[in-house]
């Protein structure tokens, strides 16, 4: 581990593992070459979030790309996440351009030129699949919180990962029905994925507390930007838990309580009921 501008980089136990394999195998200068394509690619997300004003905490860095642990207590819009994920892929576009360029001048062993545009390319397109913590994960998730309520959006979108995670397992197995070689590479990041995505669905209601707890950005956006306050409209018997996981990501919310009459009676501000959730 070592740590750049305070920010700790690490290398993933499975990114070891697969540099290891490829010493045995002869191929550490493939392997180099595939470490500093994911350190540029990851780079790139770090140089987005801290523009965007996030703290990164840590990047621990996997055969495919990487992990960061930013720290935004609520300040990261959807839009603001999107751009920090497309970020990484993008670095890869400007990589390839770079090497075809080189190609093109006669500049660089063109066998290696290749092998460099390649691998860029997998990487680039693996980290759009719309899988957690993927890059095209986290911007399905971030588009997908400005139509539907957090809680909802973090359920669904655990779910497809976990769907996916699963199918990329079976099909890296897939060879061993019809007597071919296992695709060990795409195993072990299929397996990493469904561990992930299964660990984050099990801790999907610290997640949602949170997201509560991280409420008041959202109220000073509100404020600051005199847009309209979004109603949610709940019965007064309705449970607080139901309420609070009607709340969106980006949007500050009014409650209208009615009775069995279908009477309003009470217009209740959503710090209010955060503060009785919590016991305040």
């Known amino acids: ?10 290398l993933h136990p499975l990114f070891v593992l697969i540099m290891l394999l490829s010493v045995v195998t ?39 790309g ?13 839009v603001r996440e999107i751009g920090i994920a497309i970020a990484g892929p993008l670095q890869n576009v400007l990589l390839i351009v770079m090497a075809y360029g080189l190609q093109q001048t006669g500049y660089g062993a ?47 979108c655990g779910r497809v ?21 296992l695709r060990l590479n795409l195993l072990m990041i299929g397996a990493f994925l469904l561990y992930s995505n299964l660990t984050d669905q099990r801790n999907l209601p610290y997640r949602f507390v949170s997201f509560l707890m991280n409420r008041e950005a959202v109220y000073e956006r509100y404020q600051q930007s005199g847009s309209a306050a979004r109603p949610i409209v709940a019965f007064s018997a309705k449970p607080l838990d139901d309420i ?19 009477s309003i009676v009470a217009v209740v501000p959503e710090q209010k009921l955060i503060s009785s959730y919590f016991g305040m």
């Open 66 to 78: 990487g992990v960061a642990v930013m720290e935004d207590h609520g300040r990261l819009t959807a």
């Open 244 to 262: 609070l996981r009607l709340f969106k990501r980006n949007q500050y919310h009014f409650i209208y309580v009615m009775n069995e009459d279908k």
């Open 26 to 64: 002869g191929q550490f200068l493939e392997l180099l070459t595939l470490f500093t394509i994911v350190f540029i690619h990851e780079m790139g997300h770090v140089c987005a979030a801290l523009l965007c004003g996030v703290h990164v905490k840590s990047v621990q860095l996997l055969p495919f």
């Open 161 to 181: 990962s976990i769907a996916a995670s699963v199918l990329m397992v079976g099909y890296a197995m897939l060879p061993l029905g019809t007597g071919g070689g």
């Open 110 to 156: 063109s066998r290696f030129l290749d092998y460099f545009i390649q691998a860029n390319a997998i990487i680039a397109l693996f980290n759009l699949l719309p899988v957690l913590p993927l890059d095209g994960g986290k911007i399905f998730q971030a588009m997908l919180s400005l139509l539907l309520p957090y809680y909802a959006t973090l359920l669904w």
């Open 1 to 10: 581990m070592i740590r750049i501008r305070g920010i700790e980089l690490s």
